[in-house]
């Protein structure tokens, strides 16, 4: 490959090459490379318009040296560094590229390289209650982020919503799959009856960010094992997740034994008023 001297010129190899892959007509190829001082990561999904994604058999390849000229070209030498690169494809060859600085990584790259000199037994248990730290506060932040954005989605699509659902689900090392859900007020039932509640299905894929958000937690498996979960945002600010395991989706995997399913997870997305 010779040398690049624009950052056009790696999109188009990146382009070119999950094009020939797989040419979409609807949805979006997600490619997700991760950066770090001498080593690269490549994830990817398709998902199309309705929620439904699996994972690319099929990952760019021998783009390793591509990859670290365009950090080169885009970070201004280091000033403006990031380590977690997100290429989506769409129909037509378009393609959108966001660079991020994930702080979580970064400083796990700096224990990692200032550690060697530390004993086995409290390297490893310093590294595990790092991850441990990292997995409670990146959750809690991408369940709060997601949630407010789930709630504007709530407020476009229905004025006056009293709550909104995402149920998510995935299986089989990658696939998965986002349904929305949201509902105004009860509609009063018939006599003696109770009120009606009637959700509305509406495309979560349409806030791609929220997609690479929920992305990002499915792929750091932020959460113990799961493979469907309910996510309910109300307007008063909170949210509730519950996590669940369905033996009929996972073939690969058994149902986890260390843990009591289904459990949740609470919090605000808003404080009050």
């Known amino acids: ?19 020939d892959y797989l040419p979409i007509e609807e949805g979006r190829i997600l490619l997700r490379i991760e950066r770090s001082e001498g080593a690269q990561g490549y994830k990817g999904i398709y998902m199309d318009d309705n929620g439904s994604a699996e994972s690319l058999a099929v990952l760019p390849s021998n783009k390793s040296k591509a990859v670290e000229q365009l950090y080169q070209l885009t970070s201004q030498g280091g ?18 590229v966001d660079f991020l ?9 700096s224990f990692l390289a200032h550690s060697h000199g530390m004993a086995a037994r409290r390297r490893d248990a310093a590294y ?22 789930l709630a504007a989605l709530g407020a476009s699509e229905q004025p006056g919503w009293q709550r ?21 007020a009860p509609v009063p039932g018939a006599a003696g009856e109770p009120p009606q509640e009637a959700g509305e299905a509406f495309s979560v894929v349409q806030d791609w960010e929220l997609v690479k958000q929920f992305y990002e937690f499915n792929t ?27 033996t009929q989706k996972e073939v690969y995997t058994k149902r ?4 009591v399913f289904p459990y949740t997870r ?3 997305w808003q404080e009050p008023a």
């Open 79 to 96: 000033k403006n560094p990031w380590n977690l690169l997100y290429f989506t494809l769409l129909p037509g060859r378009a393609f959108e």
């Open 256 to 259: 986890p034994t260390h843990l």
């Open 266 to 268: 609470q919090g605000r």
């Open 220 to 246: 750091n498996l932020y959460q113990p094992m799961w493979n469907t979960l309910a996510w309910t945002v109300w307007p008063d600010g909170t949210y509730t997740l519950v996590f669940d395991w369905d």
């Open 1 to 19: 490959m010779t040398d690049i001297t624009t950052a056009a010129e790696v999109y188009t190899l990146l382009g070119d090459e999950l094009w």
């Open 128 to 149: 595990a209650a790092l991850m441990a730290e990292q997995a409670r506060t990146q959750a809690a932040r991408i369940f709060t982020q997601c949630s407010q954005r």
């Open 101 to 109: 600085l994930d702080e979580d990584a970064r400083a796990m790259l």
């Open 164 to 184: 909104l659902l995402v149920e998510a689900s995935h299986w089989n090392g990658g696939t998965f799959e986002l349904r929305g859900f949201v509902y105004a």
